[in-house]
């Protein structure tokens, strides 16, 4: 694969960016909403309150944008072309199911609820995963969501991904008890074929 980090991809409405310690606050805030969070993170629930207090994820957010520029970082801002708001973020990070292989990764996304359902998180993954596969050259994306957790899904099998039989447990950081998720895997070849359709 290639290390060339997160560059800025613009698609038609957004624009995708590096993130900045700017924006933290306030993408930190859409997180903090249960709506958002509740099928995304899983930070240990012992980690709940922590979570729940800026100045303590101020200082978390300050170190990881020390890091935002690095080339082993694919992490993005999501920004309206029009208004310059700031409106989610995604990332393809390494996976963390036991695959020792920087090649093989993961993705995750969110958009702030004021902005769901307008094809905004549909475009964003597009891009991103675009860059990934053709200019990141990664070999292979495994992913999953709640099953509960359509929007998320559906992004998936859009760009198709396909599902997998396996489905997976996991436990959210601020629900109680796991949850099933479905699995999906998608291979560079797949995505570049479906590209020439
Ligand atoms: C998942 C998420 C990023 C989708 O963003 P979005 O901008 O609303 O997505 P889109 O508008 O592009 O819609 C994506 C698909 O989900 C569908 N969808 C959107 N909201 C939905 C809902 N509440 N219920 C069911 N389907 C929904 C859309 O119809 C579309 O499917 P289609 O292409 O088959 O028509 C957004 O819902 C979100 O931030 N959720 C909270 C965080 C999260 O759960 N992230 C994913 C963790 S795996």
Redesign the pocket.
């Given at each position: 694969m290639n290390y060339i980090g997160s560059k800025v991809i613009e698609t038609k409405r957004l624009v995708l960016r590096p993130q900045t310690m700017k924006e933290q606050k306030h993408l930190w805030e859409i997180l903090m909403i249960p709506?958002?969070n509740?099928?995304?993170l899983t930070v240990p629930p012992k980690f709940r309150d922590k979570l729940l207090d800026w100045e303590k994820q101020e200082e978390y957010y300050q170190k990881d944008m020390e890091h935002a520029l690095d080339n082993d970082v694919f992490r993005w801002s999501i920004f309206l072309k029009q208004t310059g708001e700031c409106i989610?973020r995604l990332s393809c990070q390494e996976n963390d199911c036991g695959i020792e292989d920087a090649n093989i990764r993961d993705v995750?996304?969110?958009?702030s609820p004021d902005?769901?359902?307008?094809?905004?998180?549909?475009?964003a993954a597009y891009a991103m995963i675009d860059y990934m596969f053709q200019e990141a050259e990664i070999k292979e994306i495994r992913t999953?969501?709640?099953i509960v957790?359509?929007?998320?899904w559906?992004?998936m099998?859009?760009l198709g991904f396909t599902r997998q039989k396996e489905t997976k447990w996991i436990q959210y950081t601020f629900l109680d008890a796991p949850v099933e998720d479905y699995t999906y895997r998608m291979t560079r070849e797949e995505w570049l074929a479906k590209k020439k359709q």
């Open positions: 709506e958002v509740r099928y995304f989610g995750g996304w969110l958009i902005y769901q359902g307008c094809g905004y998180g549909t475009e999953g969501a709640a957790n359509p929007a998320s559906h992004i099998e859009r």
